[in-house]
C-alpha cells in the first residue's frame, strides 16, 4: 500500500486516536536489515503500513527510501512529508532530515532559517545529526548569524558522544578560534545536558555515523 503524503498526517493523527501501539523497534530494524541487504522491496512492504500507523521510525525510513528512490520511486516531496510527520511528533531525526531538506531544497522550498530552526530542535535532544548539521551551519554562517564558539560547542557535545565526525570538524574549527574561545566553548559543552523532556525523545540507536566529506560535510549528512 503506497500512502498519498497529502493524508499522512490525518492517517497519523487517526492512528494515535485510536491508541494503536507504536511498532516495536526491532520491526524497523528488521526493515533496515533488508535494506541493508538490497531487498528494498521487502523493506517498503514493512515500512508502509507502520508508517501509516504512525511510528516515527518507520515515517523516517520510509522517507529516506523515498529520498534516494530505494524500492519506491524517487520523490523528495514525498520524502519531506514523510519527514515532517515524524517531527510533528517530536521525532529528534525527523526534524534533522527535514532540515536538511530545507537546508537544500530538496523536496520543499529553500529556507535554511528553517533549517537551522529544525535543527536546534533536533540539537538539544541530544540527537548527533540534529548537532552537527546545527553546527555546521553556525560555523558557516548558513540559515543564521556565523557563531563559531556555539558551533565548537555543538561539535565539541556531538564528539562526546561518540561522533568522529564532530571530533574531524571541530580540529578544523579550533584553528579559528582565540584559546579565550575555546575555553568557552569547552566549558558551555561540558555543563550541556538535555532536559528531563528533551531525553523523552532521544531515540536509543541514535544517529548514527556522518559520513565526513571536509567542508561539504552539509551535503555528505544528506547520505547518512
Not at 62 to 71: C, E, T, V
Not at 110 to 138: C, D, F, M, P
Not at 199 to 206: E, S, T, Y
Amino acid at each position: 500500500m503506497r500512502i498519498d503524503p497529502r493524508i499522512l498526517p490525518a492517517l497519523v493523527l487517526l492512528a494515535a486516536l485510536a491508541g494503536l501501539p507504536p511498532a516495536r523497534a526491532e520491526t524497523v530494524a528488521a526493515a533496515r536489515a533488508a535494506q541493508q541487504r538490497g531487498d528494498h522491496a521487502a523493506a517498503i512492504a514493512i515500512l508502509e503500513p507502520l508508517a501509516a500507523a504512525g511510528d516515527s521510525a518507520a515515517l523516517v525510513a520510509l522517507g529516506r527510501a523515498h529520498f534516494f528512490g530505494d524500492g519506491v520511486g524517487k520523490d523528495r516531496a514525498r520524502a519531506a512529508a514523510l519527514y515532517r510527520a515524524a517531527a510533528d511528533q517530536g521525532d529528534p531525526e525527523g526534524m534533522a532530515r527535514l532540515g536538511q531538506l530545507y537546508f537544500h531544497g530538496f523536496g520543499v522550498e529553500k529556507n535554511q532559517a528553517r533549517a537551522v530552526e529544525l535543527y536546534r530542535q533536533s540539537a538539544v535532544t541530544g540527537h548527533i545529526l540534529g548537532q552537527i548539521s546545527l553546527a555546521w551551519a553556525l560555523e558557516n554562517g548558513k540559515g543564521a548569524p556565523q557563531d563559531l564558539v556555539t558551533a565548537m560547542t555543538w561539535y565539541e557535545i556531538a564528539a562526546a558522544a561518540g561522533s568522529k565526525d564532530a571530533e574531524i570538524q571541530k580540529t578544523h574549527l579550533e584553528r579559528d578560534l582565540t584559546p579565550a574561545q575555546l575555553t568557552q566553548a569547552r566549558t558551555r559543552a561540558a555543563a550541556w545536558t538535555p532536559t528531563e523532556q528533551q531525553r523523552r525523545v532521544i531515540r536509543p540507536k541514535g544517529a548514527g555515523p556522518v559520513p565526513y566529506a571536509g567542508r561539504r560535510l552539509s551535503q555528505a549528512m544528506l547520505e547518512s
